[in-house]
């Protein structure tokens, strides 16, 4: 169990770290945000609510993975969450472009597809290809 002293000096770290994820949470009910992607940002405010909660085993682990400063633990965690939410935005704006150039080239072939029954209502004949 975390210190008195420790965890009344975290609080309003971990406060500020639950508010957002209320917020977070809020906006994914309205179905304002993807899924996908707040999951992950949900999972890293909670890894980072608990280091809030409990500094002493945050710093134990720090120490254990090499670390001697726990800012520099704590830095290296966020820096990595936030590549790999930067990975995923990445992967999730390459789908959205796939799917707008596969939307074009369909939109394309519809409209191709409206002139020759325009034109064959007409009595206009139509190429083959």
């Known amino acids: 169990?975390?210190?008195?002293?420790?965890?009344?000096?975290?609080?309003?770290?971990?406060?500020?770290?639950a508010l957002i994820l209320i917020i977070v949470l809020k906006l994914l009910l309205r179905e304002r945000l993807a899924l996908q992607g707040t999951i992950a940002y949900m999972l890293f405010l909670g890894v980072f609510g608990l280091g809030a909660l409990m500094p002493t085993q945050a710093a134990e682990l720090a120490r254990g993975m090499g670390f001697e400063v726990l800012a520099n633990f704590v830095f290296s965690v966020a820096l990595i969450a936030m590549a790999l939410l930067h990975l995923q935005a990445l992967v999730s704006i390459h789908r959205a472009d796939r799917r707008t150039i596969q939307l074009t080239?369909?939109?394309a072939l519809l409209e191709e597809r409206v002139a020759r029954s325009e034109k064959s209502k007409n009595g206009n004949p139509i190429d083959a290809p």
């Open 1 to 17: 169990m975390p210190s008195d002293s420790l965890l009344r000096h975290y609080w309003p770290f971990a406060g500020f770290l």
């Open 105 to 107: 080239q369909d939109l």
